[in-house]
Every structure is written in C-alpha cells, then in structure tokens.
C-alpha cells in the first residue's frame, strides 16, 4: 500500500489501529501469527561439514587427488600422504574465511533497534523491536533507532540520518504530510522513516506500516541472500588449466600404454609407466604455491592499508575495468565544509579540509584576504557560529563532530577565521532560542552583548530568510531589501545552488531596549539579510589523482550515488569523471530499464544518482554482462548487495557499515579511494607472478613429460622413477616457485589496458613459451640420460641420477627466464633475492638426495662422479643460454 499518498486518518484505517490508545495487547499476538516478527531472516544456513566438503570441489584439488590415487597405486605411500596434506591444508583455509565471510545478515540484524517505546491499551510500553507489528503506533526522538518501517503522524524538528540506507550525506526532514510525488525513491520519502536509520534530532509520533523482510532493510536482506559471489578470473583459469592437465595425463598414459604395447612389453608394465608420465604431467605444488603467493599479497596489501577478506580477490582486482564507487564517504570526506560565501555583493571561498579549523579565504580574485579587513565576512561567520549548537571533539588525534554536519560546517568555517565559541559566549549571552523546525526552515536565538544591546540571529533556507528580510547589510550600512538588492541576493544564492552547494543564510535584527521576544512569529520578521554561506561534502584531495590513474590503467571510474543529480555532477566534475561524451542517469530513469536495455547504454554512463540498492545491482550486472570484471565500493547497507554480487567488492573500514565490511572481499583501512589504485597495482602484480611460477611449473613439467616419452619411443628404460619426479614437483620447483610469486613490479604495470576476462591461462604466448621452454629441458635431460646409459648399460641407477640432476638443474636455471616476458636478460637476474636464496637451496636439497646416503635408497640415487658434472652443467645451461642467444640476435637486428 502507498501510504506515503494517504493522510493521518487514512492509514488508522488502513492499519485497523488507534493512534489514542494502540493495539490491544491480544491483537498485538494475534498480528504477529500472521506478520512473523519484527526481524531479518538468515535464509537457509549451510551446515559446517556441506561448507568443508564443499572446499574440494575446485578443479585443481580434483587433480591433487587424481595425483593422489596414482602415487597410491604406485605404492608411493609417503608421497600420496604429502599430497593429501596439501589437498587439506588448502580446504581448511577455504573453510575458515568462508565462515567468517557470511555474517552480512547478522550484521544487518544488529543495526535494527533492541527496543521501541509503543502505545498498546493506551499505556507507552518498552518493548523489544522484534515484536513490534504493523499498525503499532510508536515514538521516537533524538539518538533513537528507528525499528521498523514507519508512517510519521507527528513531526517535531525531526531529521533522521538515512546515508546508509539511501546515501544521503546529511540528515533529512522529516514530516507528517501527504507526499504526492510520482514513484518517490527511498531518499525522497519525507513522510516514512526507515528501520535501523538513527534520528539526529527532534521527536516524532508513527505508526509502523511495514516489519522484519518486508521493511526497505529487509527488501536489503533479500537482496544480500539472492546476490551470487561471481567466481574470480584466477578460479576459472585454474578450472581451465586442471582440465587440460587431465586431459593430457590421460592421454599420456594411453599413448604410452599404446606405444609400449606394440614394442612387445608387458601390459602391467606399460601401465606403471603411463602412470608415471600422469604423474609427471600433474604439477602438484601448484595450488599451495597460488595460495601461498596470494597469501604474500595479502600481506603487502595490509601495509597499504587494505585488508583482504577473501584470497582470490587480490588477484582479482588486478584485472578490474570498471570500479563502481560510492560518492559519500568514499570519493568524498562525509564532512559537510563551508567552501564559498556571500555577503552584501562580495564573494570569497575558503579552503582547508575536513573538520580541521584551518583554512585560508579568498576574494573574488583568489586573492588572500584579512578576515578582519572585511567587516560583513566577519559578521557572516560569527553569528553563523553563534546560532549553533554543535560541537568538535577530539577522539584520539583526530576532530569529530558533535552535532549536526550543517551546523558543524558553520563552527569550523568561524574556527578557521579565529573565532572560539566559547570566547565569543562569554561576550554573548544567549537569553533565548527558538529551536529549528522542518516547517519554518529556521532558528533563531535572543542575544545579548556586554554593552547590553539585545538582538536576533537567525539562520536558515535562503528562500525563506529573503522573505522575512526587511533589509540588507551592504557596503557597513542597512539598506532596504527590495529591487536590484533582492534581486543580487537571489542571483548569489542561485549562482552557489548551481556549483551543488547547500546553502545556509544568515540575518539579525536589533531590538530595542526592554522588548521581549515571546515566540519566533515574533522574533523571525523585518531582518536584516547578512549573507549566505555554500557548503558542500568536498571530494578527498587524492581522489583525482586515482582517478587519473585508474583512467591511465584503462580502468573506468563509475560513481553511484543516492545523492542528488546536481551535487553528483558537482563532484564529478571535479574528479574528472565526467569526460568526453559520458553521461548521468538518475534512479526514476534507472527504474523504467530491464538490465538489457541497461546493458546497451551502460557503458556511456558515468554517473548514477538518486539510486536504490535495487539499481546498483542491477547497473553491477548490466557491466558485468557486457564483459566487464567490476569492483564495487561503498560504505552503507544500502552497498551491500551490490558489493556482495560484484566480481570484487570493497568495503570503507572507519565510516563502512559492518553489513558493507562482511559483504566484501577488501576492506580500505583508511576509506580511501587512492589505496584501491595500490591495490590494483598489487593486483596486477601478483596476476603476473601467478603466470611466472605456472610457466615454470609447467614448463618443468614438460621437460619431464618429454624425457619419459622419447625414451620409450626410443626403446629405452625409463630416464627418471615416479618418486624423482614427485619430489622434483613438490620440492625442488616449490621454493623458486614460491619466490617468483614475490617478484617486484615491472615499472609499466600500470600503464597497461587491463586484461580481458576471458583471457585463458596460456594467454600472450604463454602456451608456447611452456612447450619449447619445456622440449628444450626435456631434450638435454635425455641427452644427459643416453651419454652414461649408451657407455654403460648395467649402471642405469647411475644414468637416472644424473639425468635426475640434469633435470633439476636446468630448471633452476630457467627459471629467472621466468621473471620477464621477454628474456631472462632484460631483467637484472640478482633483482629479486629470494628467488636467488631460493635457488641456491633447491640445489642443496638435490645434492643432499645425491650424496646423502640414507636417502639414496628412497630416492634411487648413486653419489654423481665430479667429472659428469661437467657435462651436467653445460647440458642445462643450454635451453636458457639458447634462447638468450637468440633473444640478442634479434636485439641487433
């Protein structure tokens, strides 16, 4: 029902209530039998064992376990158990940060009020909000949460904070009347306050139209249940990548069951070699070793004030296109400051930031100017500092607002002129005050100075200061308001309304000797109009700098607002979003378009305004489906949703709500905008070493692939035994792969279009580099392998072993070609020192399997004559040396 359009006595009688008396204590009963109670639903919870069973059934751990059966079948015990190790290791880490991560409802219910005060049988009661029922009448004022969706019958003074509901970035007035306005969105419901929104000041008197999933909070929850998590970029390429891998493992095993067959050996045999290549094939270290890097990049992101909730995310964002931010708090300060005023045909701004009572003022020619040079600016500040009930604390090192935001802007632009207020009370004594009212749009207070001379300051909206203004303080002397006079004052507000300021003016009057004021009809006529102050919740000053940045990266900076369609094009504007042919859309047009109709435009838009959380989910989806991997920030309930269904989505830590906080992947330590560029560098980062280590993981895995099979093509025993190649995957490749995930940035990571979603894991060469990286091992190990087989067929353990350590080798020196996409010598090889430390303990780790005896037997190895090694290291040398030759050559050329 549409009761925003009825009146008073129209919803008593929709809601079969009594605003004397309330609802009887058994209609109470009978009311929540039929509404259910006043609280958000969990929706189905997944019980702990589904969520950990559910951790194994990404498609990379389904290829540890196929590694798993096989190293079992092999009768390798020890190595099978390492790799369920890992397999659980891995799952317990899911686990944990998913059990962590789905408390976004919860949150949502400790934001609804723990009690109301509710009329039942003509008594007021305190009862806990979740039974609160429709057509309950109830009351509320000043510090109250509000506990459910409310009708408002009486309205004293009363503004309630909505900015996480609906993004507003001041309290809003609220009313008792009709509102007529076509389809209103949630910021534009003067007459309907919201559960869990906070009243800032004055009373009210409502009845309760709407409880528990059926409020504007509920319709939130639901949405939160329904938003999906989109899988990440790296899920689906490791998905994709496990699927090759079994592919070509069982491919392996048929080819060699096939070749081995046709030469005459025995199935079984055939078989336990298939099976060995299979092995080979799996890169078992692989998922630990993505874990263990996005583990490290969760730490750096830490030191630049980012927490990261969810491991893939820091992957994520660094392929994002699109960041979807909120204005308030996020883009802007969440600090109503004075930045322009206006009095008697002068003009001057101020600056500063914040709260901070520090600032300089300007003249009309940006100009310094002298406060105390210009008589009417200092009237304009010190009675906007008079008429003023705010305070600024200090908590901790920094300066917060008690009270109203509009009226704390008016303290600290005085501040910054040198005024104190509690100086200036002592020269000042307030006789009287006639409180701020939604209908008059004023206040006012009765003011006496030391000389004894009485008279009214009252500040308010400009439209209805001008009205009750007789005069105008111009040039130090009082003319009449009217003409060319009143005409310049509505000029000068017209003009600070068009740069998105909410204004403020500012008028007194004397009284004379022994008058008393007795009521603000009174007190609130023939005044003498001052002038007007313009605020406005200024950007933060290294926001355009991110945002020239992200636009550098080919990242696109999207701001979605419930604010104001003016306010938002301000703000824009002075980041430097609105560019080119973009465009600004607001929620009533937003309404009328399925997502597709969204989709064809989507793209050409860069502000939203005076949306709902319904919209923002719907704009996520609209860039997501033309291909875009979206990042969503914002601080309210009103984010959440969107934040939950975005591909990665970020949360403010100090202003955030914890709804937004659990509903996110990343959490901004600092709230700020500038940290998610570092973020994204991070990112990209660590994207770009996840391809490093699986280019050496898999190269390496080639080269193993490749001795077996050309052995067995060419009739010759097997160069390597499974538990060699196992020990080569998890141990000697796991520590330089672990390295390489702690590679330094290139200098133009972020100077590079992001990367498309739909890029596969063998992207930009990657595949090729892979398979000719590999033959190349692969080549020189079997070589390796024929030159002591061929002069000594009876020492084939001896042979193994240095083909063993030829194998090892070569990787180890291919692997700094792995740091550059180009060649291992456009990168200082010593640049990165735990790749080098790394190195040099991977091949201490091989000699202690060669020559330590008791591990001899479990490795199959024989103590390697100090003259083959001679022929070891050249042999291994050469695919990287190779390809550097060649890399110079076409250098020169």
């Not at 003498?528 to 080919?554: H, L, N, S």
């Not at 990042?631 to 269904?645: E, H, L, R």
């Not at 979603?757 to 190349?776: D, I, N, T």
Request: glycine residues 8%; charged residues 20%; aromatic residues 6%.
């Amino acid at each position: 029902m549409k009761f925003h359009e009825m009146n008073a006595s129209q919803v008593e009688e929709a809601l079969n209530t009594d605003y004397s008396s309330g609802l009887s204590l058994e209609d109470a009963q009978k009311r929540i039998k039929i509404h259910g109670y006043n609280e958000l639903d969990e929706g189905e919870k997944q019980s702990a064992l589904l969520l950990f069973i559910s951790q194994f059934k990404d498609f990379m751990v389904l290829v540890l376990l196929a590694a798993t059966l096989i190293s079992g079948l092999l009768g390798e015990y020890i190595d099978a158990i390492a790799i369920i190790m890992i397999v659980l290791i891995n799952g317990c880490l899911g686990f944990f940060q998913e059990r962590k991560a789905e408390k976004s409802l919860q949150a949502l219910k400790e934001l609804s009020a723990p009690q109301i005060h509710v009329l039942r049988e003509g008594k007021w009661l305190k009862i806990p909000s979740r039974e609160a029922v429709p057509g309950d009448v109830i009351k509320f004022s000043s510090g109250d949460r509000i506990g459910a969706d409310v009708r408002i019958i009486e309205s004293k003074s009363l503004e309630i904070e909505e900015s996480a509901l609906t993004g507003e970035s001041v309290p809003v007035s609220k009313e008792a009347g009709i509102l007529s306005v076509p389809n209103p969105g949630l910021g534009d419901m003067g007459n309907i306050a919201f559960m869990g929104t906070m009243v800032t000041r004055g009373s009210g008197l409502g009845t309760i139209i709407a409880t528990g999933m059926k409020t504007a909070m509920g319709q939130i929850a639901d949405l939160l249940q329904s938003a999906e998590s989109a899988e990440t970029p790296l899920q689906r390429r490791l998905a994709q990548l496990g699927k090759i891998l079994i592919t070509v493992a069982l491919l392996l095993t048929l080819l060699v069951v096939v070749i081995g067959v046709i030469q005459g050996h025995g199935l079984y045999e055939m078989v336990l070699a298939g099976v060995s290549l299979a092995v080979a094939a799996i890169p078992e270290g692989l998922p630990a070793i993505v874990t263990v890097a996005l583990s490290l990049g969760v730490q750096k992101m830490i030191k630049s004030n980012a927490i990261v909730r969810k491991l893939p995310a820091v992957e994520t964002l660094g392929c994002a296109s699109v960041i979807c931010s909120d204005k308030t708090g996020t883009m802007t300060q969440n600090k109503m400051t004075v930045t322009h005023l206006w009095s008697g045909g002068k003009s001057w701004t101020v600056d500063g930031i914040g709260y901070q009572p520090e600032g300089s003022f300007f003249g009309e020619n940006k100009q310094p100017v002298q406060v105390r040079n210009e008589k009417a600016l200092q009237q304009l500040l010190m009675f906007g500092m008079l008429c003023n009930h705010s305070e600024l604390a200090r908590k901790e090192e920094e300066l917060v607002l008690d009270g109203d935001p509009t009226e704390g802007a008016l303290l600290v632009s005085a501040m910054k002129a040198g005024y104190d207020r509690k100086k200036l009370l002592e020269e000042y004594k307030i006789l009287n005050e006639f409180p701020f009212d939604s209908t008059r749009k004023m206040m006012s207070v009765v003011v006496q100075d030391r000389q004894g001379k009485v008279f009214i300051v009252t500040k308010g909206a400009p439209d209805v200061l001008i009205g009750v203004s007789s005069g105008i303080l111009k040039d130090g002397r009082v003319q009449t308001m009217a003409g060319e006079a009143r005409t310049e004052v509505i000029a000068a507000v017209e003009s600070l309304a068009s740069k998105a300021l909410r204004t403020i003016a500012v008028a007194y009057k004397a009284l004379p000797a022994g008058r008393v004021i007795l009521n603000e009809r009174e007190a609130e006529k023939e005044l003498t109009f001052i002038g007007v102050q313009g605020m406005i919740d200024p950007p933060r000053p290294e926001v355009k700098d991110a945002v020239r940045e992200c636009r550098e990266a080919g990242i696109i900076t999207v701001m979605i607002t419930g604010d104001h369609i003016i306010t938002a094009k301000a703000i824009a504007g002075q980041l430097g979003i609105l560019a080119g042919n973009s465009r600004v859309m607001d929620g009533k047009t937003l309404s009328g378009m399925a997502v597709d109709e969204l989709e064809e435009v989507v793209e050409e838009i860069s502000v939203f305004a005076r949306v709902s959380p319904e919209h923002k989910l719907k704009i996520v989806k609209a860039l997501q489906n033309r291909g875009h991997i979206v990042a969503m920030t914002g601080d309210g309930v009103n984010d959440a949703p969107a934040i939950k269904a975005a591909d990665i989505g970020i949360a403010m830590g100090i202003a955030g709500t914890d709804v937004a906080k659990e509903a996110s992947a990343l959490v901004l330590l600092d709230d700020n905008f500038a940290t998610i560029k570092s973020a994204i560098k991070e990112g990209r980062n660590i994207y770009e070493n996840i391809r490093k280590f699986i280019r050496y993981l898999l190269a390496s895995n080639v080269g193993e692939i490749l001795v077996m099979l050309f052995a067995m093509i060419l009739a010759l025993p097997l160069p390597l035994v499974p538990i060699q190649i196992l020990w080569v995957n998890l141990v000697t490749d796991g520590l330089p792969a672990m390295a390489l995930g702690l590679d330094k940035p290139e200098e133009n990571v972020m100077k590079r279009k992001p990367r498309s979603p739909r890029e596969g894991v063998f992207a930009r060469g990657l595949g090729w580099k892979v398979v000719s990286r590999g033959f190349l091992i692969g080549i020189v190990t079997l070589l390796a392998f024929m030159a002591i087989y061929n002069r000594h067929p009876e020492q084939l353990e001896y042979a193994r072993t240095v083909a063993f350590a030829t194998l090892v080798l070569a990787q180890l020196i291919h692997v700094f070609d792995c740091r550059s996409e180009i060649s291992v010598l456009s990168r200082n090889p010593f640049g990165n020192k735990y790749l080098v430390w790394s190195v040099v303990s991977s091949a201490a780790l091989m000699v202690a399997v060669i020559y330590y005896p008791p591990l001899q037997p479990v490795f199959h190895t024989i103590a390697i004559k100090p003259n083959d090694w001679l022929l070891i290291c050249g042999l291994s040398a050469i695919p990287t040396f190779l390809l550097a030759g060649t890399f110079l050559a076409r250098k020169t050329k």
